[in-house]
């Protein structure tokens, strides 16, 4: 397997990785008795986007690249936000690990679509 492959399925295993904890919240959030509409909203739409993402990578068109770009820039700055919030509402320091965790697959695969970009842009023209 050569080093464009493995940059290719990076942000795709990401992708799907991220549909199946969506999954997951959703079926946690229909079998608990208390739940918010909100969790059950962003699961559901994050599940969607993901879902589109991963369909738009794998076949390599122009607005696939463009859409996981968004996803990988715009969830790791909402993870960072909300690992900043924690922090000041608390006035510690319990930056979660899974926040850190988001933080560093996004950059990863915002990075890997980069080094990809020429790649998956000519395929489209």
């Known amino acids: 397997m050569k ?30 008795k208390s739940f ?30 463009y859409a996981s770009m968004a996803v990988f820039v715009l969830s790791g700055l909402v993870q960072l936000f909300l690992g900043i919030s924690h922090m000041t509402s608390r006035g510690e320091i319990p930056f979660e690990i899974q926040n850190f965790g988001a933080i560093v697959v996004c950059v990863i695969a915002a990075i890997c679509l ?6 998956l842009i000519e395929a489209t023209s």
């Open 3 to 32: 080093m464009r492959d493995i940059l290719f399925y990076v942000p795709l295993c990401f992708l799907l990785i991220g549909a199946i904890v969506h999954i997951v919240g959703l079926l946690n959030a229909v079998n608990n």
């Open 36 to 65: 918010s509409l909100w969790s059950i909203w962003v699961d559901f739409s994050m599940l969607l986007i993901d879902i589109a993402v991963f369909y738009g990578l794998l076949v390599k068109k122009r607005w696939g690249y």
């Open 114 to 119: 980069y080094n990809m970009k020429d790649e």
